[in-house]
């Protein structure tokens, strides 16, 4: 049964003239991929800011590249979750524009949304830093660390973006357009901390979007800029809003 909450998520979806979602480590949580919080993830092992950080790749890419190693097999043995199947299916019915998600995994893609922009980047591929060859990370043999270029040897980095590092111009730029235009924002699974990326939902209510949180627990948006947070597993959630709305369509109820 969904709640109140959901029956007005959907209603919002359904009035709204165009919609984007936020979205973070919080939707990939239930395929398998731990976010920076979760209990008995990998970042209980390797602190992000030490591992996550530029400074850290460039002077002992060794170690930071063990961290690497791990994400990338959770990564290539992730499927989507019902979340991202559910964002695919809204976006397909017409009522999701874009997703800007902070994640790295390609979990939206792999479910069949078109229109992401991948704010820090994505873990599906990797450059060298001398010549900028560009190479699939399902090519890659992780058994000596850190990983060479095929052509130069040097070092190998994942497209992400770390800590410490630029926003590539093209993702702000769309990201920041995305959010002035919007009327209605999903903020999915974000902790909401990481700056320039928490700024967007505050960029898109401040031109007077509705802001939707869905998220375990409160977040430092949820009292500052929320309309309301819907709380629980974002897996759980998405669907029973998809369900809610096609059920608004079908009868033609007034929303
Ligand atoms: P975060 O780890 O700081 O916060 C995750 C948020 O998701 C928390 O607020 C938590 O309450 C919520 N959450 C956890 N499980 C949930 C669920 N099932 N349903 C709904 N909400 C849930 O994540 P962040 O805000 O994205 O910031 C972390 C940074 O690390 C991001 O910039 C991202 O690039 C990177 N990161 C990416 C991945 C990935 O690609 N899957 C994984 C870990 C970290
Ligand atoms: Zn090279």
Not at 222 to 240: C, F, M, N
Request: aromatic share 6%; hydrophobic share 40%; glycine share 6%.
């Amino acid at each position: 049964m969904e709640s109140p909450l959901t029956r007005r998520a959907a209603k919002d979806l359904l009035k709204s003239k165009k919609t984007i979602a936020f979205t973070g480590a919080g939707i990939s949580v239930e395929s398998g991929i731990p976010d920076f919080r979760s209990a008995g993830g990998l970042w209980e092992r390797f602190d992000p800011e030490e591992y996550a950080h530029i400074e850290a790749f460039y002077s002992n890419p060794e170690k930071v590249w063990v961290m690497l190693k791990e994400m990338f097999s959770l990564i290539l043995k992730a499927k989507p979750n019902p979340a991202h199947i559910g964002l695919a299916e809204l976006e397909r019915m017409g009522l999701l524009c874009c997703i800007i998600t902070q994640n790295v995994d390609g979990l939206h893609q792999a479910a069949g949304s078109q229109n992401v922009i991948e704010y820090h980047g994505s873990h599906r591929t990797l450059s060298c830093l001398k010549c900028s060859k560009s190479m699939a990370g399902t090519h890659l043999t992780l058994n000596d660390l850190p990983p060479r270029c095929p052509s130069c040897s040097s070092l190998l980095k994942p497209d992400v973006v770390f800590f410490g590092e630029a926003i590539p111009w093209k993702a702000q730029t769309l990201s920041i357009m995305e959010a002035k235009s919007c009327d209605l924002i999903l903020v999915i699974g974000t902790s909401a901390v990481v700056y320039p990326a928490a700024s967007i939902p505050f960029i898109a209510k401040q031109k007077g979007a509705t802001v939707i949180e869905i998220n375990m627990e409160p977040t430092p948006l949820t009292h500052q800029i929320s309309d309301y947070l819907i709380q629980g597993p974002a897996g759980k959630i998405l669907p029973e809003i998809v369900q809610e709305v096609k059920r608004l369509r079908e009868s033609r109820e007034d929303y």
